[in-house]
């Protein structure tokens, strides 16, 4: 039988407000493992907000 499909991922929708993150906030982590690759902290958070906290894929995001 084939795997089952990945959840989707918890990405604050409509519903969340601008200011409020909390849900989704980025391992402490996940933010240095960025910063320590020279982004700056803020970019390596709205990267793993946008990935759910992939840093792999937040990282392509912020290469461009």
Do not use: I
């Not at 993150?21 to 933010?31: G, H, N, R």
């Amino acid at each position: 039988a084939p795997p089952p499909p990945p959840p989707p991922p918890a990405a604050g929708g409509a519903g969340a407000a601008a200011g409020t993150a909390a849900a989704a906030e980025p391992s402490a982590t996940s933010v240095s493992q960025l910063v320590s690759m020279g982004f700056s902290e803020p970019d390596a958070r709205a990267a793993l907000r946008r990935h759910g906290g992939d840093v792999s894929a937040a990282l392509s995001d912020l290469l461009g």
